[in-house]
């Protein structure tokens, strides 16, 4: 391929003077943080779950970017860029194409949330709007150091991240999400899994009773149903177990929200912690 690297580890040099006009992105926290870069208006091509900012629904869909990729769809947007998060899956299948059309591909892929405003950083040197990229990264740090300074030392919270709830996975070994829990003083219980999403049965989360669960819940109604379902089976506020909601567009996307939502997610520790629930 013309160029595959870690955005994050560009080196100048291999940036080149000519800056892409035509980017196609295949996450949606890629999209995210185009925008927060300053750079929305050179993305000509996006993925379904690209929703936000607004103005990111509007962009032709070159299809999900983990199972598939209309190739078609891509090649007839002719990026000169295309920004993605793994090398695998849809993407690796596409690599042919893009290679034999001399088209560069970039990962981005923050294992930390101190990663996210780094990346922002270099995508305004990589797209040419280092003013606006430095600006929201310095915002993204300054939030970060907050959060830290307020949260990560306070007693700590044990908590349950569900993802789904038949089957129930747990959020396992994830750099990112456990790195997001430590800034507000909170421990995932299974942060030494081996893989970050992890199948776990009723019994074990019973016999842990964590301090808190996390589930993915993007209003308030679906909130409400998960308080049900985890009181229902023997895990609620009265034994000890809160249940809060999280935007699962927010919590599960390694992009700038993910730093902002993490206020949201240190002050429902904050309120487990004091028991303000009851």
Not at 34 to 63: D, H, I, Q
């Amino acid at each position: 391929m013309t160029a595959v690297c870690l955005l994050a580890g560009l080196p100048a040099w291999a940036q080149g003077a000519d800056l892409p006009s035509r980017v196609v992105t295949l996450a949606p926290h890629i999209t995210e943080m185009v925008f927060a870069a300053g750079a929305g208006e050179r993305l000509v091509g996006t993925v379904a779950s690209s929703n936000y900012p607004a103005a990111a629904r509007a962009l032709p869909k070159v299809g999900d970017g983990v199972a598939s990729i209309n190739a078609e769809m891509l090649a007839r947007l002719a990026p000169d860029l295309v920004l993605a998060w793994h090398d695998s899956g849809a993407v690796k299948a596409v690599a042919p194409l893009l290679e034999s059309l001399r088209i560069d591909v970039e990962f981005l892929a923050p294992a930390r949330l101190d990663d996210i405003p780094g990346q922002i950083e270099h995508l305004g040197k990589r797209l040419g709007t280092t003013g606006q990229a430095g600006r929201a990264a310095a915002a993204l740090r300054g939030e970060l150091r907050g959060l830290r300074s307020r949260y990560a030392h306070r007693p700590p919270v044990s908590v349950f991240i569900a993802i789904g709830h038949s089957p129930i996975y747990a959020v396992g070994k994830d750099m990112l999400l456990n790195d997001a829990l430590q800034a507000c003083g909170g421990v995932n219980i299974f942060q030494d899994g081996p893989l970050a999403a992890l199948p776990i049965g009723v019994e074990r989360i019973l016999a842990e009773r964590p301090d808190v669960i996390l589930a993915a819940a993007a209003t308030p109604e679906d909130e409400r149903r998960a308080r049900e379902q985890w009181a229902s089976l023997g895990l609620a506020t009265e034994t000890g177990t809160h249940v809060y909601g999280i935007d699962p567009d927010t919590l599960f996307r390694p992009g700038p929200r993910l730093i902002k939502a993490a206020h949201g997610l240190c002050e429902k520790l904050e309120r487990a912690r004091k028991g303000t629930d009851r």
